[in-house]
């Protein structure tokens, strides 16, 4: 009998799980109560990089965003990436003023343009030895 | 920091090299002991002379300085391992420079070599979710940086594959450079695509070698001809806000920074040493990828950000232009032994600035400048004249 494939994310804490439907995820990001400075991800500890500060919250971020790069890779850095090949990933700018690095997804990857309007989504992105299922965070063009 | 004239004078003694390329069956330090001898052989020197040495390397681990003297002698000197990415070769100079300066020694040896690695290797720059997501592909994280330079200054994949094209014609000049054949525009452009826009003939290829430095207190120069000065050397790490995909470091949008690491460390070279990038007759330039050594030269203050292609195009960059750069091949033609790398290129400026780069050379060498950055980020900058 197998067992269930279970859903593991990449890392614990990326995005928010939505708790009741109509909810979308959100990337979570710190921010800082000193200078205003917002991180992705959230920091481990209190401490800010940018001011030194100690007084930092939890944020939501936006699930929209504009690329300000991007590359198409034609092959893995190593083992240890699991999903497909080509795959492109590269940086957008979220409302909140912090840049994420993100791989991309829904579309052709020679579409991909600086500037392009982009979400959020919650993809597969390969799968473990165990045959589970690892998600994470990706960004894709919006149709206009 | 202190200027020049502040601190003793340090002179290079002597330098080596070893033929940069892929060897099996031997590793770093017999690269290593051999640039060693050549560069004691170079300052009609002794072992024994030898104070203190600094090896730099990224892969060779435990004691990997310790492993190339075993190689050579054992006089009880103190060995201090660097490992500072591809900028490792240049702090291990950039150190014992400091010891002889400070004048705790007068005869400090500095040394690079690599045994490259070979398939993928999981950066440390990267966190370990990160790595899963394939962030740490450095051509596609150049790919990125690539992007932002091309859509900001209008140059084209031409522009950066005629670097190669350059670099790859140097190499031919130089014996100890690992590819010895010139490429065509044609053969760079239709190269195999690595990371979009970067092909494969954009990419500097890795390279097992060492190369080594001796520098001296003035008085203990035993070496005839021109003597050559280290007139300054100087290192930076990673400025807040400034983006820098390589190593896992975006832009702060918020609180961008008024000058990167690479402006900072030039700045800083130029103040020490009293002169400005106007006096600069030969330069090794960061050609990790060939697009990045079109921004190198911009932020090192050769010319505006965005003028460097229609210099390359103009023939300003070539050796017998007005700004050499990387008359030996830099990364692209010599090949990238990481750890070794940064001390090549001042290898090549100690060459020219003695007349001594034979059918490379370039006329009327005083001053000549090498930049090399790494993971980190860091980036150093090493100025010698004679």
Same mark, same amino acid.
């Given at each position: 009998?197998?067992?269930?494939?279970?859903?593991?994310?990449?890392?614990? $804490?990326?995005?928010?799980?939505?708790?009741?439907?109509?909810?979308? =995820?959100?990337? /979570?990001?710190?921010?800082? !109560?000193?200078? %205003?400075?917002?991180?992705?991800?959230?920091?481990?500890?209190?401490?800010?990089?940018?001011?030194?500060?100690?007084?930092?919250?939890?944020?939501?971020?936006?699930?929209?965003?504009?690329?300000?790069?991007?590359?198409?890779?034609?092959?893995?850095?190593?083992?240890?990436?699991? $999903?497909?090949?080509?795959?492109?990933?590269?940086?957008?700018?979220? =409302?909140?003023? /912090?840049?994420?690095?993100? !791989?991309?997804? %829904?579309?052709?990857?020679?579409?991909?343009?600086?500037?392009?309007?982009?979400?959020?989504?919650?993809?597969?992105?390969?799968?473990?030895?165990?045959?589970?299922?690892?998600?994470?965070?990706?960004?894709?063009?919006?149709?206009? | 920091?202190?200027?020049?004239?502040?601190?003793?004078?340090?002179?290079?003694?002597?330098?080596?090299?070893?033929?940069?390329?892929?060897?099996?069956?031997?590793?770093?330090?017999?690269?290593?002991?051999?640039?060693?001898?050549?560069?004691?052989?170079?300052?009609?020197?002794?072992?024994?002379?030898?104070?203190?040495?600094?090896?730099?390397?990224?892969?060779?681990?435990?004691?990997?300085?310790?492993?190339?003297?075993?190689?050579?002698?054992?006089?009880?000197?103190?060995?201090?391992?660097?490992?500072?990415?591809?900028?490792?070769?240049?702090?291990?100079?950039?150190?014992?420079?400091?010891?002889?300066?400070?004048?705790?020694?007068?005869?400090?040896?500095?040394?690079?070599?690599?045994?490259?690695?070979?398939?993928?290797?999981?950066?440390?720059?990267?966190?370990?979710?990160?790595?899963?997501?394939?962030?740490?592909?450095?051509?596609?994280?150049?790919?990125?940086?690539?992007?932002?330079?091309?859509?900001?200054?209008?140059?084209?994949?031409?522009?950066?594959?005629?670097?190669?094209?350059?670099?790859?014609?140097?190499?031919?000049?130089?014996?100890?450079?690992?590819?010895?054949?010139?490429?065509?525009?044609?053969?760079?452009?239709?190269?195999?695509?690595?990371?979009?826009?970067?092909?494969?003939?954009?990419?500097?290829?890795?390279?097992?070698?060492?190369?080594?430095?001796?520098?001296?207190?003035?008085?203990?120069?035993?070496?005839?001809?021109?003597?050559?000065?280290?007139?300054?050397?100087?290192?930076?790490?990673?400025?807040?806000?400034?983006?820098?995909?390589?190593?896992?470091?975006?832009?702060?949008?918020?609180?961008?920074?008024?000058?990167?690491?690479?402006?900072?460390?030039?700045?800083?070279?130029?103040?020490?040493?009293?002169?400005?990038?106007?006096?600069?007759?030969?330069?090794?330039?960061?050609?990790?990828?060939?697009?990045?050594?079109?921004?190198?030269?911009?932020?090192?203050?050769?010319?505006?950000?965005?003028?460097?292609?229609?210099?390359?195009?103009?023939?300003?960059?070539?050796?017998?232009?007005?700004?050499?750069?990387?008359?030996?091949?830099?990364?692209?033609?010599?090949?990238?032994?990481?750890?070794?790398?940064?001390?090549?290129?001042?290898?090549?400026?100690?060459?020219?600035?003695?007349?001594?780069?034979?059918?490379?050379?370039?006329?009327?060498?005083?001053?000549?400048?090498?930049?090399?950055?790494?993971?980190?980020?860091?980036?150093?900058?090493?100025?010698?004249?004679?």
């Amino acid at each position: 009998m197998a067992n269930e494939k279970k859903e593991i994310p990449v890392m614990e $804490g990326l995005w928010t799980t939505p708790s009741s439907a109509g909810e979308e =995820p959100q990337l /979570v990001g710190s921010k800082c !109560l000193s200078c %205003g400075e917002v991180f992705f991800p959230k920091k481990p500890k209190a401490w800010c990089v940018h001011c030194q500060g100690t007084n930092l919250e939890d944020i939501e971020l936006s699930r929209r965003g504009k690329i300000s790069s991007f590359t198409v890779a034609m092959q893995p850095a190593g083992a240890f990436y699991k $999903g497909p090949v080509p795959y492109a990933y590269g940086c957008v700018d979220l =409302p909140e003023g /912090v840049r994420v690095e993100t !791989l991309f997804t %829904g579309c052709d990857f020679d579409e991909l343009e600086v500037d392009m309007d982009v979400e959020l989504v919650i993809e597969k992105l390969a799968e473990d030895d165990e045959g589970n299922e690892v998600i994470t965070y990706k960004f894709k063009p919006i149709r206009k | 920091m202190k200027s020049i004239n502040e601190m003793r004078e340090v002179v290079i003694a002597g330098v080596g090299i070893t033929k940069w390329g892929f060897y099996e069956g031997m590793e770093w330090y017999d690269f290593g002991s051999e640039a060693i001898l050549k560069a004691l052989e170079d300052a009609e020197m002794e072992w024994k002379d030898i104070q203190a040495m600094f090896h730099g390397s990224c892969y060779a681990g435990l004691g990997s300085g310790h492993q190339c003297a075993k190689e050579v002698g054992l006089t009880g000197i103190p060995i201090v391992n660097v490992e500072n990415a591809c900028s490792s070769g240049s702090s291990a100079l950039r150190l014992a420079y400091q010891e002889v300066a400070a004048e705790i020694y007068d005869v400090v040896l500095a040394v690079g070599s690599e045994k490259t690695q070979r398939g993928a290797i999981p950066s440390k720059a990267f966190r370990p979710w990160e790595l899963k997501l394939g962030f740490n592909l450095q051509p596609a994280n150049y790919a990125n940086d690539t992007v932002v330079y091309m859509k900001e200054t209008g140059a084209t994949a031409e522009d950066f594959s005629r670097v190669t094209v350059k670099n790859r014609k140097n190499a031919v000049l130089n014996p100890n450079a690992r590819f010895q054949k010139p490429v065509t525009l044609e053969e760079v452009m239709n190269s195999r695509m690595i990371a979009k826009p970067l092909h494969l003939l954009h990419c500097c290829p890795l390279a097992d070698g060492s190369a080594a430095a001796i520098v001296c207190s003035r008085d203990k120069l035993k070496r005839k001809g021109k003597a050559i000065t280290v007139a300054a050397t100087t290192l930076c790490s990673a400025v807040y806000g400034e983006q820098y995909i390589p190593a896992d470091i975006r832009k702060s949008l918020k609180f961008p920074p008024e000058q990167g690491l690479v402006e900072l460390s030039a700045k800083q070279a130029y103040e020490i040493s009293g002169y400005g990038p106007e006096h600069m007759d030969v330069v090794q330039a960061y050609d990790t990828m060939t697009p990045s050594e079109l921004w190198d030269i911009e932020a090192l203050g050769f010319c505006k950000r965005g003028e460097a292609p229609r210099l390359l195009r103009e023939g300003v960059f070539d050796i017998n232009g007005r700004i050499p750069v990387n008359t030996d091949g830099g990364l692209m033609g010599r090949g990238h032994p990481m750890g070794a790398t940064a001390l090549g290129q001042i290898y090549e400026i100690v060459l020219q600035l003695r007349g001594e780069a034979g059918p490379r050379q370039v006329e009327g060498v005083k001053i000549g400048l090498a930049h090399s950055m790494g993971a980190g980020p860091n980036s150093s900058v090493t100025i010698l004249k004679t």
